[in-house]
């Protein structure tokens, strides 16, 4: 238990994360992540309280070198909730954080993601369930509203609801969410931006850890959050650009003797990691789709993008196809 607690303190030091992002932040893409950043916490893709009780497959496997490593649980029912969260504690999984600010209609119809936003007293039922369950941290990640219910007062009393189960750390999304007539795509980037509600709810809720997440790309805008906020979560912009996390541990947590490693060496540790996969029955694709804006910056980028592309599915590929498409790199870089 000293080791557990150990854990979840250091865990609580984090200040900066990679948003959990569906189809693209599984294992393979956080194995690579971790290669260029300890300190930066990864959350797992959103799994579904059905698919890790009924589901045929392995939907919590990850690589040990992943830690800090988050999962995102989707669900609404309290005690299939409790009963996940007690699996991923088991499986050793570092915290839980629950789906409350996803807009897709596959989440709505499932009761689960942001129109829980509207039932805080269901979302508190769940966090309750689960921390008697478990002693990992379970967090929620919530929008500042849900279609008209938009005030900031609909905003308290959600966390303020949810906070008296014992909730700690909320991760908001700054813009609310439309539950229908817009994609998941469009909720990401139409719905208007209000970052200083959220610095409000910081200081209304001074006892509880409260992150921040959208339209955030840069270091720069990070420790303008963090001068308000404990936390910032940033998406697609680490996505497409992933090598930006080389330079997370000195701009962030001020790790002066962190090593900022190399495009050549990450190529060649991941390279390996390929050929595990392959050994194990995957294909080169699986892992090198998350790598493609691993060059973008630099000239060649495109001829790296498009040589994996076109050969990370061939059936001969293997760890080799990373280093032929990063010499179309280098080659521009003489």
């Not at 609404?76 to 789906?99: F, H, L, T, V």
Request: glycine share 6%; hydrophobic share 35%; aromatic share 8%.
């Amino acid at each position: 238990m000293l080791i557990l607690k150990d854990k979840i303190n250091n865990f609580k030091n984090n200040r900066f994360s990679v948003a959990p992002m569906l189809d693209w932040t599984d294992r393979h893409c956080r194995y690579f992540y971790r290669l260029m950043s300890k300190q930066t916490v990864l959350y797992t893709e959103m799994v579904t309280t059905g698919a890790i009780i009924f589901g045929k497959g392995d939907y919590l496997s990850y690589n040990e070198e992943e830690h800090p490593v988050v999962l995102q649980l989707g669900g609404s029912d309290p005690e299939a909730m409790a009963k996940c969260a007690k699996i991923a504690q088991d499986r050793g999984y570092d915290e839980i954080n629950i789906n409350v600010g996803c807009p897709s209609d596959r989440v709505q119809n499932g009761k689960f993601g942001a129109c829980l936003m509207a039932e805080p007293e269901l979302v508190s039922q769940c966090v309750e369930s689960m921390k008697a369950k478990v002693d990992i941290p379970v967090t929620v990640k919530s929008r500042i509203g849900i279609d008209d219910q938009d005030s900031y007062e609909f905003l308290h009393r959600f966390i303020d609801t949810v906070k008296d189960a014992g909730c700690e750390h909320f991760i908001v999304h700054a813009r609310k969410a439309w539950l229908s007539g817009l994609s998941p795509k469009q909720n990401r980037e139409i719905p208007p931006l209000d970052y200083e509600r959220v610095y409000q709810i910081k200081k209304d809720f001074n006892d509880l850890e409260i992150s921040i997440n959208g339209g955030i790309t840069t270091f720069e805008q990070t420790h303008e959050h963090l001068k308000h906020l404990d936390g910032v979560m940033i998406g697609r912009e680490v996505y497409q650009n992933p090598y930006m996390l080389a330079q997370a541990d000195q701009q962030i947590y001020g790790d002066e003797d962190a090593v900022i490693k190399s495009r050549e060496q990450i190529i060649s540790e991941m390279a390996r990691y390929i050929d595990k996969h392959v050994a194990q029955g995957g294909k080169p694709w699986h892992v090198a789709r998350h790598m493609l804006g691993l060059c973008n910056g630099l000239a060649g980028a495109k001829q790296f993008r498009r040589y994996l592309s076109e050969n990370a599915s061939q059936p001969e590929a293997n760890g080799d196809l990373l280093k032929k498409a990063f010499d179309k790199v280098v080659q521009l870089q003489k």
